[in-house]
């Protein structure tokens, strides 16, 4: 029986050569360019009981570091044998590689006798064992409000009365064309409007309030799902938390990043914010922006440079807006 491999790597050339040279060696090839495209085709080949033999990560991808992916692999799929391919290793990446139990490695460039040999010595995928379907959450929605204050209001009168209100779940002082960020949550958005209507416009110097409300990313099928899966490997949620109930923590080398991108460049873009290391979140919204994102990082310096350098080189982002949180303290 032909055996199937999966191939990520962010290199068209070296897909369609492993590719060639795997099929003169008895494999058929999956390629993907991506992580987020990687994990898809994972979860397809699951759901249509498809045997794969290996998965093939290299380590430098656009959207997701592929040792962090490999990690991913390893708790969803735990039978699945993966070789980490790359070409830019060295000690450190060999021992991350070791340490979450990649069962081989290659450094590019190797030839079709390495890489298949390594393929023979990988153990035969253990069989999969089915998990029980998590219970659905009660549904909630939420949405960011941008509140503008007139010039001889007082701010901090006017986050004290915003920060208690009942459907606010923080509150927070930016510097950019807003005075506050909040994010707003309840049960349904006729709720979110009415809290907007009769809680927040009747704040002493609120002149505006614009809504982004939160929206589910309209992707490929189960792909939230995915996303989902990642940051329970990652150890994303506690830390998200933690974040969330930390006001402190989050002011202080903390902004908020707003981008309006090409509606047909969303899915691509999207889970290359959502995995960068200084993401602590992204929510697509509707409105004027299509993503807003919470950055961390040691200094506001380091979140601009992110944004300048790598966010805004991105093939569909249209305009980005970096508001940094601040205390009321620096006011």
């Not at 093939?56 to 708790?75: A, E, F, S, T, W």
């Not at 986050?159 to 349904?188: K, S």
């Not at 402190?248 to 960068?276: G, M, N, Q």
Request: net charge negative; glycine share 6%.
């Amino acid at each position: 029986m032909e055996k199937k491999v999966l191939l990520i790597d962010d290199e068209a050339s070296l897909r369609r050569s492993v590719a060639l040279g795997l099929m003169q060696k008895g494999y058929y090839t999956e390629p993907c360019e991506n992580g987020m495209k990687g994990l898809e085709t994972l979860n397809m080949f699951k759901r249509k009981r498809t045997h794969l033999d290996c998965a093939i990560v290299d380590v430098r991808l656009p959207d997701i570091d592929g040792i962090k992916l490999l990690k991913v692999i390893k708790l969803n799929y735990p039978g699945l044998p993966v070789i980490i391919i790359t070409g830019h290793g060295d000690a450190a990446v060999e021992e991350a590689v070791r340490a979450q139990h990649a069962d081989g490695y290659l450094e590019k460039p190797f030839t079709m006798e390495e890489l298949t040999e390594l393929l023979a010595q990988v153990p035969a995928p253990a069989p999969v064992v089915e998990k029980e379907e998590a219970t659905v959450p009660v549904q909630s929605y939420s949405a960011y409000a941008l509140v503008t204050l007139d010039g001889s209001a007082n701010l901090l009168d006017a986050y004290r009365n915003l920060y208690f209100q009942e459907n606010v779940l923080y509150c927070d002082a930016i510097r950019g064309d807003h005075d506050l960020m909040l994010l707003l949550q309840a049960g349904t958005p006729e709720e979110i409007q009415e809290a907007v209507e009769t809680k927040i416009k009747t704040i002493e110097g609120v002149t505006e309030v614009a809504l982004l409300n939160v929206d589910l990313p309209m992707f490929g099928e189960n792909v939230v799902d995915i996303i989902g899966s990642v940051d329970k490997a990652l150890g994303r949620e506690k830390e998200e938390g933690e974040l969330y109930t930390n006001q402190t923590a989050r002011a202080r080398t903390s902004s908020y990043v707003l981008l309006e991108i090409e509606k047909e460049k969303l899915e691509s873009i999207y889970p290359a914010l959502y995995f960068d290391d200084q993401v602590v979140y992204c929510d697509c919204t509707k409105g004027k922006y299509d993503i807003v994102l919470l950055m961390k990082g040691t200094s506001f310096a380091e979140i601009g440079n992110t944004v300048k350098n790598k966010f805004k080189q991105m093939d569909g982002v249209l305009r980005v807006k970096e508001w940094p949180i601040i205390t009321l303290l620096e006011m």
